[in-house]
């Protein structure tokens, strides 16, 4: 298996994305490995009375000169509100790189990324690596409202934007499985990767899966351990219960069995 | 130099840290983060005899100091073991050791029998005391004649070092140690994990896909550090001492109350580099308290 | 409005927050904190005949999430309760229920008979789980003859709400729930601390004077919640649940798992004013998640 | 009983004394009630990984027009490190106020105050308060070395200073019990006070006893709850195992089983 590591970064930023996502910055004072989208991080939360266990946060963006790795933390429970409060010059501790990545587009792919709520993470980070043209790609993201959104407008060098609130105040109205992008084109699509929370993924997995198009989603399932040694984080494949923090937390959907 | 060296029966630990069972994998998914040869052993995810998917998601719950699970000992089963990952591991330079479960007796001397054919493996525990499987497990490990049943069967198909693997969940621990200890078993090794339950107030419901799951980690080490005291009292066989070690200190406090070697279980979760650390520190302790070879940290608390 | 009050046998109370019996004195000092009159009611620190000392210093460590006490139910003795303590605490406007601790049957006899009495006093507490005397306590409530004799004993002359308190450091404790339930207990109070240890690897030496003591706080909370679960499932008289009470979740938790009644114990260490607060957010959970009733929570855990 | 408070504080101040003391000083929202040269607070620990309980600290100051208390806090442990790294603006949750004060001296005594380490906190505090005039009042301060010595330099002015080193780098070399103003002029005073480890309160408690003068010390014994109620902190006296959080932590050394 691969080379893991376990050391403390400096964080170098912290700043708010909107009321509930700030996006946090660490660098590493040894080379960094390759990490890829769809990989992440295990999180040791400072300072906080009575949580036990790191918490698990999907690789935004990775400065391969800098030396950092940065994730977008959205305010959940009290770890990932105490990790909001971290400030720069601060040590955390990271175990990386964990778990696999999305499986790479083909050069001719057209593809479509579907990002929820911090959800957006990978799909950004799958967005700028993918190495397709910006007419390959459409991001179609997906929140409550206007203010849930996460502003990506740098990313439309990489891709074409979409935007589903459930109330309408950005892009079309409702949930992302009914944006029309995901409605109409389905299967202009080669592959489809998506990421977010656990309805909005099964809703996109039923939807692809009778269109019969190619489809990544990554799970967060609950972690103990993060490196595949607990078996707490199971889901249910063809191949029996897979660990989603080795075997995942990318998976096609015609593994799963939902 | 500090002498790290301690013996379990016949089985030669390079030091006395080594990692518990069901919290290091098959000891590779730890090499990706250490030497393996550094620790001085690894106590293996639990086996049985044939494939088990183990219990519904989710699966842990975490709790103050601690964490619950009810993995239910999945696992490829023992064949699968043998072909897949016993290659790959057998030439690690530390001690291997395999973790037993059966649902009945005949389950465990099976898989016993098979484990014996394996040279790298010099020893079994053979786990009584898992709370979170509908058969066997625990059951075995609560009363005496359960105990002693598994443990006499076993003994009469294994000439290796048998390391019976106790429950806390019990009224009087030592009582059980000593009954497996009649049975022939060559050591104990305690704490499993305590019977626990989580409930989400705001669902109503258990945390847990099985309503309650086995405890671990700090929350548990002042009971399990008791339990390895009145044990190491009571029985003349090495006791091996598990339950909460965080750190150094934590470790030779198990020491000090009567383990022989300790196993290092929820923690590397937290830090999967920890063995390696706490390897460390216990060489600089030795070296500041001038004690020459860890036997001599051995039962040795002053009262 | 929503409605606190519940019943536990004879004894109304207010609403299902008390306070655990070693943890509030005698309930006078909580009043340095807060108006008696608010909670539920106290459970008094346990008494003997005659008095005890209880054990030498050093009698705590704390621990993760968590704390060992060695007290060894240092108190006056009866005589002097009723005499100085009792005029002063018996017109506190909720329930007073006493804690009785014996070495011997007949200690807990003579104990009741002189609490019985007590007007104010409705209901008593029957400690047959302290883990920190030599003789009786603990003794008692780690077997079901045990369990049983001091119970039918105790009964005979008592004609109050009898509260048994049990041990957690038991195989099975439903068992001995049942058992106590068989000879007339009205109701159940679970748990007692846990036997533990802890050790100061520097010195080598036990951190308590009597090298073991009781475990209590949020570390033991995920076994106390089981426990209070499976005894809730086993009887039909009613629970009164504990062990490690942080915060009005967890009280809610222990009455979703069938607890009638909670008791906030070493908490109140943190914070005295804690039990108050407890019984406004469970005032707030109850709007919040519209209950009418303590009762509609009380075993409604959704499996 | 006294009405005893839980609230929460907020720190206005936390300054280096030396190495290891600090002086914090917070302020309450609420009138302050009366608080005795003796009495202590009981200090929750904020964020501090494995920290249960909560840790006594001797009242040094009290301000009722700023409504500020003080102490000074050494770093012993795990607990008193994380408190002196405690900032301005942060709240704190104190227990106060707790224990019994010293006696207070007649208005004629002459008195001797005797402070190791941080037991200088209450006596600076008594001396303050004490009412009586600077030739009435000696202190006697013990510590390692100069360095571990706290500048009570303004003092002076209430009291006559004098030090003792192990070392002799400030002061007569030795221990306070074996100090000139001790091992002379024991019989002078009229009452001794004493704070500091326990050792030295031993020390000084025989010394004193043989001497007949009056003597309180001032007890650290290991609490759990601070009021009363969980009977940890016990003393064996004359009148049996009292609790040092409420029949103390100031016991006049004749009660003592020493
Ligand atoms: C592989 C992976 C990648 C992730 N990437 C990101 C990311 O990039 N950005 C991000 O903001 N979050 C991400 N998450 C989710 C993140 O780990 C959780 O939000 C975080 O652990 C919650 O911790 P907490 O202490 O705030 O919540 P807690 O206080 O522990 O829990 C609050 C509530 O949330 C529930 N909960 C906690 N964790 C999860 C979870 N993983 N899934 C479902 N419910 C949960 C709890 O059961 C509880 O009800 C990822 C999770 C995984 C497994
Ligand atoms: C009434 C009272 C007043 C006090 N006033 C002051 C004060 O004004 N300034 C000040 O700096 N300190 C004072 N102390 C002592 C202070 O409470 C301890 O130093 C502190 O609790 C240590 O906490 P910790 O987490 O740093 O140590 P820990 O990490 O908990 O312990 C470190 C080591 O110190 C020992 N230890 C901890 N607490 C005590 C104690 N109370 N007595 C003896 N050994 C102990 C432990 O056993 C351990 O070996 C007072 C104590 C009491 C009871
Ligand atoms: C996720 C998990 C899985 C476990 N699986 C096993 C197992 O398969 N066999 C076994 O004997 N013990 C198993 N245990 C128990 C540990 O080996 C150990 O006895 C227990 O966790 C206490 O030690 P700790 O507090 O250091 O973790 C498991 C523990 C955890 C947390
Ligand atoms: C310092 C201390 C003293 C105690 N004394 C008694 C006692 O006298 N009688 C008794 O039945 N339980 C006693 N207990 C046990 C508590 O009542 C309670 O059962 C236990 O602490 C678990 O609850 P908790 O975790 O909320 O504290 C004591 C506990 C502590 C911490
Ligand atoms: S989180 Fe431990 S195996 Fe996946
Ligand atoms: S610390 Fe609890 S009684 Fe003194």
């Given at each position: 298996?691969?080379?893991?590591?376990?050391?403390?970064?400096?964080?170098?930023?912290?700043?708010?994305l909107?009321?509930?996502n700030f996006l946090i910055?660490?660098?590493?004072?040894?080379?960094?490995?390759?990490?890829?989208?769809?990989?992440?991080?295990?999180?040791?939360?400072?300072?906080?009375?009575?949580?036990?266990?790191?918490?698990?946060f999907s690789?935004f963006e990775?400065?391969?000169?800098?030396?950092?790795?940065s994730m977008i933390v959205k305010?959940?429970?009290?770890?990932?509100?105490?990790?909001?409060?971290?400030?720069?010059?601060?040590?955390?501790?990271?175990?990386?790189?964990?778990?696999?990545?999305?499986?790479?587009?083909?050069?001719?792919?057209?593809?479509?990324?579907?990002?929820?709520g911090s959800g957006v993470a990978p799909?950004l980070?799958?967005?700028?690596?993918?190495?397709?043209?910006?007419?390959?790609?459409?991001?179609?993201?997906?929140?409550?409202?206007?203010?849930?959104?996460i502003?990506?407008?740098?990313?439309?060098?990489?891709?074409?934007?979409?935007?589903?609130?459930?109330?309408?105040?950005?892009?079309?109205?409702?949930?992302?499985?009914?944006?029309?992008?995901?409605?109409?084109?389905?299967?202009?699509?080669?592959?489809?990767?998506?990421?977010?929370?656990?309805?909005?993924?099964?809703?996109?997995?039923?939807?692809?899966?009778?269109?019969?198009?190619?489809?990544?989603?990554?799970?967060?399932?609950?972690?103990?351990?993060?490196?595949?040694?607990?078996?707490?984080?199971?889901?249910?494949?063809?191949?029996?219960?897979?660990?989603?923090?080795?075997?995942?937390?990318?998976?096609?959907?015609?593994?799963?069995?939902? | 130099?500090?002498?790290?060296?301690?013996?379990?029966?016949?089985?030669?630990?390079?030091?006395?840290?080594?990692?518990?069972?069901?919290?290091?994998?098959?000891?590779?998914?730890?090499?990706?983060?250490?030497?393996?040869?550094?620790?001085?052993?690894?106590?293996?995810?639990?086996?049985?005899?044939?494939?088990?998917?183990?219990?519904?998601?989710?699966?842990?719950?975490?709790?103050?100091?601690?964490?619950?699970?009810?993995?239910?000992?999945?696992?490829?089963?023992?064949?699968?073991?043998?072909?897949?990952?016993?290659?790959?591991?057998?030439?690690?330079?530390?001690?291997?050791?395999?973790?037993?479960?059966?649902?009945?007796?005949?389950?465990?001397?099976?898989?016993?029998?098979?484990?014996?054919?394996?040279?790298?493996?010099?020893?079994?525990?053979?786990?009584?005391?898992?709370?979170?499987?509908?058969?066997?497990?625990?059951?075995?490990?609560?009363?005496?004649?359960?105990?002693?049943?598994?443990?006499?069967?076993?003994?009469?198909?294994?000439?290796?070092?048998?390391?019976?693997?106790?429950?806390?969940?019990?009224?009087?621990?030592?009582?059980?140690?000593?009954?497996?200890?009649?049975?022939?078993?060559?050591?104990?090794?305690?704490?499993?994990?305590?019977?626990?339950?989580?409930?989400?107030?705001?669902?109503?419901?258990?945390?847990?896909?099985?309503?309650?799951?086995?405890?671990?980690?700090?929350?548990?080490?002042?009971?399990?550090?008791?339990?390895?005291?009145?044990?190491?009292?009571?029985?003349?066989?090495?006791?091996?001492?598990?339950?909460?070690?965080?750190?150094?200190?934590?470790?030779?406090?198990?020491?000090?109350?009567?383990?022989?070697?300790?196993?290092?279980?929820?923690?590397?979760?937290?830090?999967?580099?920890?063995?390696?650390?706490?390897?460390?520190?216990?060489?600089?302790?030795?070296?500041?308290?001038?004690?020459?070879?860890?036997?001599?940290?051995?039962?040795?608390?002053?009262?």
């Amino acid at each position: 298996m691969a080379k893991k590591f376990v050391a403390d970064f400096v964080v170098v930023d912290n700043k708010p994305l909107n009321a509930t996502n700030f996006l946090i910055k660490a660098r590493s004072n040894s080379v960094l490995p390759t990490i890829l989208p769809g990989q992440f991080v295990n999180v040791e939360i400072n300072d906080a009375k009575e949580i036990f266990l790191r918490r698990p946060f999907s690789v935004f963006e990775v400065d391969y000169n800098q030396n950092t790795i940065s994730m977008i933390v959205k305010i959940l429970g009290r770890g990932s509100k105490k990790l909001t409060e971290i400030e720069a010059g601060c040590n955390i501790s990271l175990v990386y790189p964990l778990g696999k990545s999305f499986t790479y587009p083909a050069a001719t792919d057209k593809v479509l990324l579907i990002g929820g709520g911090s959800g957006v993470a990978p799909m950004l980070f799958l967005a700028k690596e993918s190495g397709l043209d910006k007419t390959q790609v459409d991001i179609l993201l997906g929140a409550r409202t206007k203010e849930d959104h996460i502003d990506v407008e740098s990313y439309s060098k990489y891709a074409n934007l979409h935007y589903a609130t459930e109330d309408g105040s950005l892009g079309e109205k409702g949930f992302v499985t009914q944006h029309s992008v995901f409605v109409n084109d389905l299967n202009k699509y080669d592959k489809i990767y998506a990421c977010g929370p656990d309805g909005m993924m099964r809703a996109i997995a039923k939807v692809a899966k009778a269109a019969d198009v190619f489809c990544e989603v990554s799970l967060e399932n609950l972690m103990a351990c993060g490196f595949g040694v607990c078996l707490c984080c199971i889901e249910p494949t063809n191949k029996g219960n897979l660990c989603v923090c080795t075997d995942g937390p990318v998976f096609n959907i015609n593994e799963l069995k939902w | 130099m500090v002498d790290l060296k301690v013996k379990v029966h016949n089985l030669e630990f390079k030091n006395p840290i080594t990692l518990a069972s069901g919290t290091c994998g098959f000891a590779r998914e730890m090499a990706d983060f250490f030497d393996p040869a550094i620790v001085g052993g690894f106590f293996l995810k639990g086996s049985t005899l044939k494939n088990r998917d183990g219990n519904e998601y989710p699966r842990m719950a975490e709790t103050p100091s601690g964490m619950l699970n009810a993995v239910g000992l999945q696992n490829k089963g023992i064949d699968y073991f043998i072909e897949n990952i016993y290659p790959e591991i057998k030439d690690y330079d530390t001690q291997l050791i395999i973790n037993v479960n059966g649902s009945t007796v005949e389950d465990y001397i099976a898989l016993t029998e098979k484990v014996n054919e394996l040279d790298k493996i010099r020893g079994i525990e053979l786990n009584i005391s898992c709370p979170n499987v509908k058969e066997g497990g625990m059951a075995f490990g609560v009363s005496c004649p359960g105990a002693e049943m598994v443990t006499r069967e076993v003994r009469k198909v294994y000439d290796k070092t048998l390391i019976v693997k106790l429950s806390p969940n019990v009224t009087d621990i030592s009582e059980i140690a000593r009954a497996v200890e009649g049975q022939g078993a060559d050591a104990v090794s305690l704490v499993n994990t305590f019977l626990g339950m989580a409930i989400d107030a705001e669902t109503r419901k258990p945390k847990l896909s099985t309503i309650t799951g086995g405890l671990s980690g700090p929350a548990i080490k002042p009971i399990a550090l008791r339990m390895v005291w009145q044990v190491a009292n009571a029985v003349k066989i090495p006791v091996v001492g598990m339950g909460g070690i965080m750190n150094a200190a934590d470790a030779i406090e198990f020491m000090l109350a009567g383990a022989s070697v300790v196993q290092i279980g929820t923690a590397v979760f937290k830090d999967p580099t920890l063995p390696v650390q706490i390897i460390n520190e216990l060489e600089d302790y030795m070296l500041r308290h001038k004690v020459q070879s860890v036997n001599d940290l051995i039962g040795e608390l002053q009262i």
